[in-house]
């Protein structure tokens, strides 16, 4: 690559070839999108400086990034970023890469607060990893919030975007598995319970995408043999740490649901699931009595 003149417009027609060898499916979005970011460009303006030579640090940099992606690594990961509900987080090796789909969660969050319209409301977001949940939910609505996971990685990056993104909300970040990372200093019922808990079951695992089996943490995927692993851990206590008339919102697997509706079978209130954009079932809504 550096015995010649090289430009981005050599280097893209170079990519797309070698990472479609690669069994990459997004070739030219990657390509684009890495030449963008090694150069320190809006991607789109990649074709505006086509012809432009590139300097051998430049290349020595696009030769790393065209080589992780060609080994899978994840194009977030390279970038550093994820775009979720209309903002670029912060996302590394170890982290969960965000979802379009665990939008919804956030949607129905907001849907619930807006309805309710409580005062200094608690949001309490369980597995919270990049803090894509609970930093979008205070972004739009002003709530106190508490993001806990088993990961100090992901707690430092959900921190750092909480400051990038919302410097000025209030939250608290918890080391630990599920309520028990809670401290007696914090609430003991919050007005809403967010979790896109793991819920992949042990024998998917090989059908996942290989960026995704490879590289993002199996802690944050996966969920035993019949993947009601983690619901099975939230629904002990869920009842005790939600006020009347609070909601816990899950996001679910499509095709688990029922199973996972039974694990919450003994909660004392209205459950009903509801779908995405697609149709699947995605977010499962548990609803206490406002009296009890």
Known sequence: MN?????PLKILQWAVPYLTQKGIKTVRLDAESLIAFALGIDRLKVYLQFDRPLNPSELDLLRDFMKRRANHEPLQYI??????????FMVEPGVLIPRPETEHLVETALEYLKK???ES????DLGTGSGCIAISIAKAYQVEVWGVDLSQKAL???????N???PGGYYHWRLGNWFEALTQEDPEKYHVIVSNPPYVLEREKEDLDEEIRLFEPEEALFAGEDGLKAYQALSQVLEQRLIPGGVALFELHSH????????FEGFPGQQKVLPDLQGLPRVLCLETSSIR
């Open 121 to 124: 409301p608690k949001i309490l």
């Open 116 to 118: 309710n319209n409580w």
């Open 3 to 7: 015995q010649e003149v090289w430009t």
């Open 164 to 166: 990038v993104l919302h």
């Open 79 to 88: 970038l550093g970023r994820r775009e979720f509900h209309g903002n670029s």
């Open 156 to 162: 430092e990056i959900a921190g750092k975007n909480a």
């Open 256 to 263: 688990n649901v029922e199973k996972i509706k039974k694990t």
